[in-house]
């Protein structure tokens, strides 16, 4: 039995039952026990001092690849649960284009019981939509849900096929999980390496118009309207995707949205230079569309921050950019760049964030969490909104360093991530 | 020797990042090495004790064969590496193959790779110098050195003059790097072909875009006229060369109806009854052979340049009395 957890005098912000004041936060048994203004706890609570920090419900990331099985050079679930706890996630979702592809439920319980030994942030496993993400056969969506899925995605591979995407969205309603996609048109991106304008131009780089995206997230929409199945589409960049998804909304079309945060701070300049970690897909767009993600996570049109983490080792990046892998990690800075990039300037108020980071990933996808709720899950989230660091990808505690934000001036670092009640991170021990 | 704001500094990747007077010099340069080619015996000792890498990743023999000229014209030790029979086919990395390169204490490398980028990636990574022979679409700046040199052989000056650069600009390098260049000596720029094509955006620098060859023609001083690569009809770009050259080749009774002279350039090779007719290659306005020509004047003029020789001395350099 873990030890009771008594978080004394902290900022508590906590958006699905409207609070944001200071508070004591009780843990006990692994669940919410109590929050209020000054809570009577068991003598051999652990005390937390969480003067001058935030307390939010534990942060969710719905968009990490972990790379085990298959490319454990790049990262194992053991690595990534860590690197995300050392981030302040509490819970992250597994994405399934691992080698082999998780498409059925053998692939899911590996997941779990590799997760369950990492002693990091809780992962929820994702399923595959097609067999090897192929794009032609439904996979065992059931049994996979059965096994823990908690939601269907081809991520990395576009469901080109929008007969196999009608079925996918169909079917899987019978489970209650959401269907995500990449949306991206193939035929239309023919290979593109970034961002097409006039710096693809000048580099001479092969690029990807906003259309590719565009044309597949409203064909998304349109077959999410017709079969009132659950979409969630996976990090979207362009300005015309936002405003087609708030469209959408109002029509009442169940969709739920992501925004990295690369997408909200970086445009296609940062490829200059032929930088390989500023290769990524869907690729840095225009100012135009930056600004565009950024006023839809605002409104909530993109429901949901995610951090697309995709690790890829030094080798594989240091080479010509048509050669590089496409991803850039994300847990470690997804905090401190979206708070002191974001929150600091007043481009979005801390609550909206937390609501971003935690109850909207939690309710898109199902998952225990993102509330402070008495009685829900011990999952919660300390930071220090006043320390100011800057990122040095060497300390990661992710097996990869492929990050643009390298030398970037953050603000707001976690303090302690809590699982289940349970300290899994805590930045006294990182440092010491 | 301190740098002035004409000296060219470690490497030669792109157009875009010299100056003018950057561009200027090397063409300067290139004027005195002309007349090397033009000897009986064809060399001089600028680069004696150099030695040279041409590193090439995707075929070539114009270019190649340029540079190797004008290494050996130099005095130069070269070595040649293709892409074929390389330990790249065995999967070595680009910077290991540099690096490997490198422990064996060289002096230049001159590349020319399929990917955009590779010729900086390789820069930052070795102390040779590097020159770019070619990267991916991105530039090929010794191309588009020898065409100015050729316009301004041709034109007596750059500045102010209407250059077109026809056909496939969306994946040539030859079209960027003479963008870059043709701007930066104040001549007019414009794209023509079809709009497929043609790189979203292009207008921006600063260059006019025509979808008709007929107004192209009746603006242009001077015509670059682009290879069509064969394989762009699988591709989709357009539907067959009989129709391209229907619609952009650059035929005689076109330039006839422009009544004036135009000068007529192509990086080459040519596919003659494609892109450009065999007369108007042939013909009386053609440069392209002077443009052959140069390109080893203007290689020349880079190599020396690079080594660290200064604009004005290259005629002493001639004669082994500097470098």
Redesign the interface.
Known sequence: MTRPVVIRGGRVVDPANRRDDIADVLLVDGRIAGVEPRVAAPEEALEIDATDAVVTPGLIDVHVHLREPGQEHKETIATGARAAAAGGFTAICSMPNTDPVIDDPAGIGFVLRQASKARGARVYPLGAISVGQEGEQLAAIGEMVAAGAVGITDDGHPVMDSGLMRMALEYAQAFDVPVADHPEDLGIT?GGVMN???V????????T?NSAEDVHIVRDLLLAEHTGGRLHLQHVSTAYGVDAIRQAKKRGVWVTAEATPHHLLLTDEAVE??NTNAKMNPPLRSSLDRKAVLQGLQDGTLDVLATDHAPHHY?EK??????APFGIVGLETSLGLVYGHLVEPGLIDLSTLVDRMSWAPAKAFGLPGGTLEVGGVADVTIFDPGAEWSVDPKRFLSKSRNTPFGGWKLKGRPLYTIVGGEIVFSADEAAG | MSPTDSSLGKDLIGL?TLSASQIVSILDTADPFKEISERRIKKVPVLRGKTIVNLFFEPSTRTRVSFEFAEKRLSADTVNISSSGSSVTKGE???DTARNLEAMKIDMVVVR??????A??LADRIPSNVINAG?????HPTQALLDLLTLRDSFGEISGLKVCIVGDVLHS?VA?SNIFGLLKLGAEVAVCGPPTLL????D??GVTVFNRIEEAIAWADALNVLRLQLERMK?GYLPSLREYNQVWGVTSARLDAAKRKIVILHPGPMNRGVEIDSDVADGPHSVILEQVTNGVAVRMAVLYLLAGGEPDRAEDAKTGGDS
């Not at chain 2, 790779?113 to 590779?118: D, E, M, Q, Y």
């Not at chain 2, 790189?199 to 292009?202: E, K, L, Q, V, Y």
Request: proline letters at 4%; zero cysteines.
């Open positions: 023919r097409e304008g006039l693809s131009s000048r580099l001479g780089l092969r690029g118009p230079g032929f080798d240091e080479r010509a950019f048509d050669d | 875009e990395t680009l910077v790779h399929g990917s955009s980028g590779a900086r990636f990267d991916g679409r991105h530039e390098r960027r790189p979203r955006g292009i921006q620098l591709s």
